[in-house]
């Protein structure tokens, strides 16, 4: 079962177990944060005998029958979205990220004994990390909501795993690129503007840094994620290991494109942290994974996406 299996990064682990010959029941929203749908089209491709699809809010679903008989739960679905977590949005996220995690952890103690369960979690419950790269003992200390909602999910996770069992790990997901990535992040909005020949806006001096991590990376660690027979850890860092700035990452892209970019430049944002940078050397010895794809390989195959969209 994958909760958010409409969105980017549930609709290409979609297509990875389903090529794998399992059965696959999503659960979403089809949220209106952005395409709803794109999001449908996505699914619709993959439509076939083996692919259920559950539409409705997970705070509002009757979730016993939804996760009775799963053998793995994958919980991507939330709000995602550092910088539009502030204000009267917030209860947005709580709704989604904190409030429909409990529920969701209620109804597998109830009705899924013995399902794994992996929680999304994010690279922004660290904050302004003291040391880079960050290692997953290092206090959380989100700098935006959004951060918290996300750690408050990765909490509800741990605690359903010590007081009912659950075979619960969660992920710590740094900054996920690739094609279908969501039209609010960094690069679909720098590749489509590339294409478009409209103006990019970076926020701040662009040489805040990113641990980007392409989504096939991240989708190879669910996959060994879900058929890990043992214990895994609590939490685990899944970073790419690239540790680029912004302003690097247009670099790449007018190579990549060879277009002319025409870049404008912003304050900084309220809730961007400076850098992130994971150590991912626990998910690597628990998973046996390491991720593979290079940054400019992975941006050109997300402007391929981008370009024939
Ligand atoms: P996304 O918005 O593309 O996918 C999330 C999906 O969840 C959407 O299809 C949406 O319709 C669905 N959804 C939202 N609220 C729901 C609810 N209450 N009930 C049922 N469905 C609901 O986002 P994404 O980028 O694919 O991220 C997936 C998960 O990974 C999120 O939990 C996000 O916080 C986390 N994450 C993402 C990144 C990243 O870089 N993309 C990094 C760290 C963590
Ligand atoms: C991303 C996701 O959006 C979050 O859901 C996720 O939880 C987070 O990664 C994470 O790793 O925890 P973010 O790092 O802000 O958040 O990802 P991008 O939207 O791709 O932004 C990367 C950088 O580009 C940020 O510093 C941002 O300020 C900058 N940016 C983004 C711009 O300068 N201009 C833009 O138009 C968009």
Do not use: C
Request: glycine share 10%; proline share 5%; aromatic share 8%.
């Amino acid at each position: 079962m994958v909760t958010g299996g409409a969105g980017f990064i549930g609709s290409t682990l979609v297509a990875a177990l389903l090529e794998r010959g399992e059965d696959v029941v999503v659960v979403d929203s089809f949220s209106p944060y952005y395409n709803p749908a794109a999001k449908r089209a996505a699914l619709a491709a993959m439509a076939g005998p083996r692919l259920s699809v559950v539409e409705g809010d997970l705070n509002d679903l009757e979730l016993g029958s939804v996760v009775r008989g799963a053998d793995a739960i994958v919980h991507l679905a939330g709000q995602p979205g550092v910088r539009k977590s502030w204000g009267d949005d917030f209860l947005t996220y709580t709704r989604s990220n904190v409030d429909a995690t409990q529920r969701l952890l209620e109804a597998v103690t109830k009705h899924a004994d013995g399902a794994r369960f992996l929680y999304a979690s994010s690279s922004s419950v660290y904050g302004q990390a003291e040391t880079y790269p960050t290692t997953e003992d290092m206090l959380p200390q989100p700098v935006s909501p959004y951060g918290v909602t996300k750690l408050a999910g990765e909490h509800l996770t741990s605690l359903y795993a010590e007081s009912f069992g659950v075979r619960a790990a969660a992920f710590r997901f740094f900054t996920v690129y690739g094609p279908r990535q969501r039209p609010d992040m960094a690069f679909t909005r720098f590749l489509t503007s590339a294409r478009d020949g409209s103006p990019i806006t970076v926020y701040g001096t662009g040489e805040q840094i990113r641990d980007f991590t392409y989504v096939g990376d991240i989708v190879a660690a669910l996959l060994a994620g879900v058929e890990a027979e043992g214990a895994l850890p609590r939490v685990m860092n899944l970073s790419g290991g690239s540790s680029v700035s912004v302003n690097e990452v247009l670099e790449t892209i007018s190579e990549v494109t060879g277009r002319p970019l025409d870049i404008r430049r912003l304050d900084p944002v309220r809730g961007d942290v400076f850098r992130t940078g994971g150590d991912s050397s626990l998910a690597q010895r628990a998973l046996g994974w390491t991720p593979v794809v290079p940054l400019a390989e992975g941006l050109g195959r997300q402007w391929d996406w981008v370009a024939s969209s």
